[in-house]
């Protein structure tokens, strides 16, 4: 009985330990899974590399590297601010409505045991394979935490509600089995996979949109929103990234979870061949014989992705169509086509020869509905919007894909729905006048004829494509067109309304296209795309770059440093300057041209970090144009090294300086190596010119030899000359001289073209300066361009990091003898424009609206939309109208085109500061003729660009190009 | 004269307009293949022929006519075998145990893990004997975890020894594997592997990561010894 108090005594003491211990236990303690191996680095821990101290544990095939979870402080906070986001992001779209009861409270839950971890992701984890990769390896410091989980036999789904469920990881199983097994039919139609290694993929798990083949990593989250979610895209995003901030899904036991549901489980034998699970599809949607998504001769409401160009030919006697398509935005299609009509002439015989009749027409289709799950992807659009209108068509089209399989429907007027074989709908609800369509060439050809836009009679189309797994996609269609009245008399007795097509995928970027129409012609094609946004090329022939490890060297060869750092950047090294006493070196460049500025500015970096001595650790760049310095940028030669050696400590990545647009006073520092202020350039290479669908030709080209020289002169003039060589073409054959009721600014183009093999395109002096912070103004006289000269000015407001400018040019110039030697002809005239540019808003689109008078006399505007894509690559069309009327303008109408921008340094394995441009106009005329002038201070002031880095890097080489840890999903 | 394919366009004008689309298509897209498993490994084979530092081993790689140099990093015994470290210029490392490839990483196709017990070269008999045994392998990308692979290697007879292999030694022992897993879908697969073994070290191999990704190693004559 003696011990009895004293148990008391300590089973109550027990007791109070135990109470005092859950009260000090937060409410949303977590219990976790047993890892391999955990380590929290203590204060005063050395800093290693996770390579090294990996090697120093004992790792056995339990330990799941994948899953490793390297946290620090650093990331920690970051993900303090991301969790205090997610919270008030649930309770404002709770508040909204977007977020049911149900789902706020689940959420809410989750997130309560889901606290910020401080991972920051890493490449794969291998002692041997980060030893090599530097760059890769992450440097532990004190109060870094590793953890390594044991292998996870599991994964787990979580639904809206922070329901979650949880199945075996079975190898072979797809993601959407695992998400079919816990939630069936009240899964939504898109899932998020977050790996074990916190990669997230988005995919589709409904049955018009499953495609992706992805597995689940053992120890992956899937984020499977119900069905009857209204979450936003951006919130799933969110969710699925803090998924990613947790480690594999088996960290923490089930029973933390408030909310478990129960899977349907499935055997792997039923599992062990997916490929049922799967539709097939296309690589990239293909295109119709008239160049726009579609079927065979009709549109689909599918769209290419974004940055999309392609290219194709496809005939089917008497027509072959060259198609020329964009997709400059993810909703936008565009397109041009040359139409040859081979059984009518161009014109009398006299005047084109044997030449066949060609028509040229400008396309446009808008996605105006994303496909779901109970509701189709919806377009519009027009064909033939503005050329002759022989062609021409408006319609609407839906499209819904079940499996493999792609159903479209769409009702169509004018060409396409010539078959009319129902009433129009328009008519009874805006009135009867849509009843009746004005079958005629509007005018000049080239005017958009609003007024017949979705007018007459309508008849319906639609069809199917099937994609195989071999390929090929397979179409069959039902025609809209009434091949017995097709323009121009071309009429087709007999023929059915049905066209079949296959679709050989031959390589990525190709597709040959084989079929009938009309039920008894066969039809032939070829279709190359490429999307520009993504075109990725190794600089395999640029000089190599310096290995990021400073050298002791106190007394460098500076010209040497010159040399290399023009070689790396392609700018004009005008001076180098060394501050010993600040520790720093500052580089003036010119000619700084904004192509991928950050590559050459690392490049830069590279350099200096060789030659520097020691004791500098700053490097100071400044970037001279219009003969001030625009913009500077300094980097601390200590962080630099490290993002060169290795990862940063957090999501965020390493710290970039930003440009510093601030005029400083002079630097005090000494220049110790100035390069020669007279720089003489002289680049030699070839011209190609052409002219598209003359009546003499349909391609009339010239080759040429060109030197182009430059030269800075004192005073800040600049000289540049251009001097052409004919080579060889078929410009003799060039007859026709055109005609116009415009004084001939631009239509003696024959001229020009073939009066002298020895020309001078252009010979300038100018001069660019910097009037204040905000203001530049450019002066220039000579021989501007081919066809004018004379002399100019233009003033510049813009604001520097502004996404909006405005610019005046003025210009007094004399029109050029045709042998484009030294003299003029009897025409001269005021040309000048006010022109706003802005960056809007809308999906980086850039607009600019030019005010003013024209090489003709002809007063007016000019509106052109470029998307500027992240590789500096750009499309965009542009229109200008002019104070004339149609007929006095010509053919066409009025002035309009497209283009294409393309830096070289996109495609071509040696770095280069020049672009490609591919401009398309219908039909060159002498109304809303701009003169091409030698200077923009647009351009010449990029430094002040707000995107100037955003819009302007290396595109990164594509997924299957890339080492798995390189991939991107999207 | 000029053939007519049809009315309005010449043979010679068909053909121009093909080969513009083409060079413009090919400047577009540089002109890339498109099949995936040319592309794995192309960093690590495309490289010109680098100059060798004779202090290293090397081992040869080629795959599809290219061929490839890795420079050895580490060798260590594990329970008596050889665990060889090979490193390429970018990075890329292939792991070997007992002349086998136990991981590959940096590359487009990854081996990330592997487990399985490989039976020991001197633990066949005579000639035709055959082992089978299983493996665990790790594949990316796809995050192709837990890949089971059945393997039965055989050791072949002197009769049976593969044509054109006359140029390694006459009494290496040859053993030929057929390796039976499955692709990213289940989807049954299997291809073959074929090895050289001089005093119980691999001198040569095929090994394949998937059925269309084949390649020969082969260690210099300093790494086999």
């Known amino acids: ?970 | 004269m000029t053939k007519v394919l049809k009315p309005g366009i010449t043979l010679s004008g068909f053909f121009f307009y093909v080969l513009c689309l083409i060079l413009f298509s090919c400047v577009l897209t540089a002109c890339k293949s498109t099949d995936p498993s040319w592309h794995a490994l192309k960093s690590l084979l495309s490289k010109p022929e680098p100059k060798l530092n004779p202090s290293f081993e090397y081992i040869t790689v080629q795959f599809e006519g290219r061929t490839s140099r890795l420079a050895l990093g580490y060798r260590e015994f594990v329970q008596g075998k050889p665990l060889e470290h090979w490193y390429s210029g970018p990075g890329e490392m292939l792991e070997m145990l007992d002349g086998r490839v136990n991981k590959a990483l940096g590359m487009t196709l990854e081996i990330r893990g592997n487990q399985g017990r490989p039976p020991a070269w001197e633990s066949f008999g005579d000639a035709r004997q055959t082992q089978v045994w299983t493996r665990v392998i790790d594949i990316m990308p796809g995050y192709r975890y837990g890949v089971e692979e059945e393997i039965t290697t055989i050791k072949l007879s002197k009769e049976n020894l593969p044509v054109q292999k006359t140029k390694y030694p006459k009494d290496a022992i040859w053993f030929q594997e057929q390796v039976i897993t499955k692709d990213i879908d289940g989807k049954a697969q299997q291809f073959q592997q074929l090895f050289a073994v001089l005093n119980n070290r691999v001198i040569y191999s095929e090994q394949c990561f998937h059925e269309n990704m084949c390649m020969s190693f082969q260690p210099d004559q300093q790494a086999a010894r």
């Open chain 1, 1 to 970: 009985m003696k011990g009895t108090p004293r148990k008391l005594i300590l089973w109550m003491a027990g007791i109070v330990l135990c109470c005092a211990w859950l009260l000090t236990v937060p409410a949303n303690a977590q219990t976790l899974r047993a890892p391999f191996l955990s380590y929290p680095f203590p204060k005063d821990a050395k800093a290693v590399l996770l390579g090294s101290w990996l090697q120093t544990q004992k790792l056995d095939d339990s330990a799941f590297l994948l899953g490793t979870i390297w946290a620090t402080p650093e990331e920690k906070i970051i993900q303090q601010r991301k969790y205090d986001k997610l919270i008030k992001s649930i309770h404002q779209l709770h508040q909204s409505g977007d977020m049911l009861e149900d789902e706020k409270n689940g959420l809410s839950k989750v997130l309560d045991i889901f606290q910020p971890t401080g991972r920051v992701l890493i490449d794969g984890v291998d002692s041997r394979w980060l030893e090599a990769n530097p760059r890769r390896d992450p440097k532990l410091l004190p109060h870094d935490h590793i953890e390594i989980p044991v292998r996870p036999a599991v994964i787990r789904v979580m639904g809206s509600m922070g329901d979650v469920c949880e199945l075996t990881h079975t190898p072979s199983v797809h993601a959407v089995r695992y998400v079919q097994a816990c939630f069936g039919n009240s899964a939504g139609p898109w899932a998020w996979i977050v790996q074990a290694d916190g990669r997230v993929q988005k995919i589709g798990v409904s049955h018009w949109n499953q495609f992706e083949r992805v597995l689940p990593s053992p120890g992956a989250w899937i984020w499977a929103p119900h069905q009857d979610a209204t979450l936003p895209e951006t919130f799933h995003q969110q969710w699925a990234a803090w998924l990613a901030t947790q480690g594999v899904s088996d960290r923490l036991l089930l029973t933390n979870f408030p909310r478990l549901q129960q899977a349907n489980t499935f055997s792997v034998k039923e599992n062990a061949h997916e490929v049922s699970l799967f539709a097939n599809r296309p690589e990239q949607y293909s295109a119709s014989n008239w160049g726009y998504v579609g079927l065979v001769q009709t549109p689909t409401a599918r769209m290419q992705m974004p940055g999309n160009f392609g290219v194709g030919m496809n005939t089917a006697y008497p027509q072959t169509h060259m198609n020329l398509f964009f997709q400059p935005l993810a909703w936008v299609e565009m397109g041009i086509r040359y139409s040859d009509v081979s059984n009518r002439k161009y014109g009398l015989t006299s005047f084109s020869g044997d030449q066949s009749y060609k028509d040229k027409s400008m396309d446009l289709k808008l996605q105006v509905a994303n496909e779901a799950t109970n509701w189709p992807a919806v377009a519009v659009g027009l064909r033939d919007a503005a050329g002759t209108g022989l062609f021409s068509s408006e319609y609407v089209v839906a499209n819904k894909r079940v499996g493999s399989v792609d159903y479209s429907l769409g009702m169509a007027w004018g060409n396409m729905g010539g078959r009319g074989d129902i009433c129009n709908p328009l008519g009874r609800v805006l009135g009867s006048s849509f009843d009746v369509r004005q079958n005629k060439v509007a005018g000049q050809g080239g005017i958009f004829s609003t007024t017949s836009w979705f007018h007459g009679p309508v008849a319906v189309f639609g069809g199917l494509s099937y994609q195989s797994a071999w390929h090929t996609e397979f179409k069959i269609e039902l025609d809209g067109n009434n091949y017995l009245r097709e323009p121009q008399g071309n009429h087709f007795p007999g023929a059915s309304p049905i066209n079949v097509m296959a679709t050989y995928h031959w390589a990525r970027g190709v597709d040959l296209n084989i079929g009938f129409i009309r039920g008894n012609t066969a039809t032939v094609g070829i279709s190359l795309f490429t999307d520009i946004s993504r075109i990725y090329m190794p600089k395999t022939s640029d000089p190599p770059i310096n290995a990021p490890r400073p050298l002791i060297n106190n007394s460098p060869d500076w010209q040497t440093t010159i040399t290399d750092l023009e070689s790396h950047t392609q700018w004009d090294v005008q001076q180098i300057s060394v501050d010993e006493r600040a520790g720093k070196i500052t580089v003036d460049f010119e000619n700084a041209k904004t192509i991928y500025p950050q590559k050459r500015i690392d490049n830069a970096v590279a350099v200096l970090n060789r030659d520097a001595p020691t004791q500098i650790e700053t490097f100071d760049f400044q970037f001279k144009a219009t003969g001030d310095v625009l913009a500077s940028q300094t980097i601390q030669r200590k962080n630099w090294t490290k993002s060169q050696s290795e990862p940063a400590r957090s999501e965020e990545g390493f710290f970039q300086p930003p440009l510093n647009y601030e005029i400083g006073s002079p630097s005090q520092s000494n220049p110790i190596v100035q390069a020669d202020d007279r720089q003489f350039t002289v680049d030699p290479g070839f011209d190609f010119s052409y002219v598209l669908q003359g009546p003499d030709a349909f391609v009339t080209y010239q080759v040429a030899g060109a030197v182009r020289t430059r030269a800075r002169l004192p005073y800040g003039l600049q000289f540049a000359s251009h001097v052409r060589l004919r080579l060889f073409g078929n410009d003799g054959d060039y007859k026709n001289t055109g005609s116009s009721q415009l004084p001939r600014v631009r239509t003696y183009m024959r001229e020009y073209f073939v009066t002298s093999n020895l020309t001078l395109p252009a010979l300038t002096l100018s001069k660019t300066s910097r009037l204040s912070q905000s203001f530049f103004a450019s002066t220039y006289i000579g021989y501007l361009e081919e066809m004018f000269g004379g002399a100019g000015a233009e003033f510049l407001y813009r604001k520097p990091g502004s996404p909006w400018a405005v610019g005046l040019d003025m210009n007094h110039v004399y029109q050029r003898e045709f042998s484009q030697y030294f003299h003029f002809r009897n025409y001269q005239v005021n040309t000048g424009h006010l022109t706003g540019y802005v960056q809007t808003p809308l999906d980086q689109v850039m607009a600019s609206l030019s005010v003013g008078q024209y090489l003709a006399g002809d007063k007016g505007a000019t509106l052109t939309l470029t998307k500027l894509f992240n590789n500096g690559a750009s499309m965009g069309v542009f229109a200008t109208k002019t104070n004339i009327s149609a007929a006095t303008f010509g053919e066409g109408s009025f002035d309009k085109g497209v283009f294409i921008n393309l830096p070289f340094d996109a495609f071509m394995s040696r770095s280069s500061l020049l672009r490609a441009s591919f401009n398309w106009r219908p039909l060159t005329r002498d109304g809303g003729a701009k003169l091409r002038r030698p200077v923009s201070l647009l351009n010449e002031t990029s430094w002040l660009d707000p995107m100037v880095f955003s819009h302007n890097s290396l595109a990164r080489p594509p997924n299957e190009l890339s080492a798995p840890d390189d991939y991107v999903y999207e």
